[in-house]
């Protein structure tokens, strides 16, 4: 028998952002050769991997801010950076978060306790795919609520807005309480360099309206025709790894060309008004 297909928060979002920029990364193998690594994505995921350990009952190694240290200093990765120095800046800003993040931790008296860290969980959709997604933490309140927390290493700041229009929040959500469908469940994003964090919780009436919805998103996205999309230019193409492979259709080069060129029309106006 086959393996049914699986979605994940990430796989869905970068089909909304551009079902081609999902095409090269998850269908077509051709599109691995062309990733480039990311600084964002090395500074992220080596503060998640140290607050792993950190909240992880089982890991007798890291329990301290000295020895959070010594494994962030012995798992930074630092792929991805333009130059030496701009590695170095964000090694000691890592340094400056997780120091806080763990000194803020030790002292916090609540009686909240972890639940279970970096757990991926699964909830079928029929016979058309399984929906997937990792949560970073979660966190169980006395009164039975289970909080999923969210590490954002790259915000400052973050509302309650933000949390309720976030995609994945939503999915980690709905997968939270399909596991656990008598408890309380609520997210949480923490923005890892200002320790600022919000929270928002879906009703049983929003977690029913998306699962109806991610069930047609998934039947699409898993229903497309690739032979017959063709790319099509978007703001975010200039920032894409996958560029050249869109570029080989003639009409994607055209349009983008034109689409830049109506940007820069808008930003000189703008900056005509300022003036």
């Given at each position: ?194 320790g600022i964090r919000a929270s928002h919780s879906l009703s049983e009436d929003e977690l029913a309206e998306l699962h109806e919805d991610l069930l047609q998103l998934g039947r699409m996205i898993l229903g497309s025709n690739w032979e017959e999309r063709r790319p099509s230019p978007k703001a975010l193409c200039q920032y894409c790894d996958f560029g050249p492979l869109c570029g080989k259709d003639s009409e994607f080069g055209a349009g983008l060309t034109a689409l830049m060129q109506s940007d820069l029309s808008v930003l000189q106006e703008s900056q005509?008004?300022?003036?």
């Open positions: 028998m086959p393996r049914k297909p699986t979605l994940s928060p990430t796989k869905i979002s970068n089909f909304l952002a551009c079902p081609h920029k999902y095409y090269w990364t998850y269908v077509d193998p051709k599109g691995r050769w062309y990733l480039r690594a990311k600084s964002y994505y090395s500074f992220g995921s080596t503060l998640h991997k140290v607050l792993q350990r950190f909240h992880d009952s089982s890991d007798n190694g890291v329990e301290s801010t000295h020895q959070a240290l010594a494994a962030y200093e012995d798992g930074w990765i630092d792929a991805g950076f333009s130059s030496h120095e701009e590695m170095q800046d964000a090694f000691g800003e890592g340094k400056q978060i997780l120091e806080r993040y763990v000194e803020e931790s030790l002292q916090d008296q609540q009686a909240n306790k972890v639940f279970m860290v970096e757990k991926q969980l699964r909830k079928a959709f029929g016979e058309d795919f399984d929906l997937v997604g990792r949560l970073d933490r979660v966190d169980e309140h006395p009164d039975g609520t289970l909080e999923i927390i969210d590490y954002k290493s790259g915000r400052q700041s973050v509302s309650e807005e933000d949390v309720a229009s976030d995609l994945a929040m939503s999915i980690y959500q709905l997968l939270l309480k399909d596991k656990f469908p008598d408890r309380p469940v609520k997210a949480t994003i923490l923005a890892l360099r200002s005509g008004r300022l003036l």
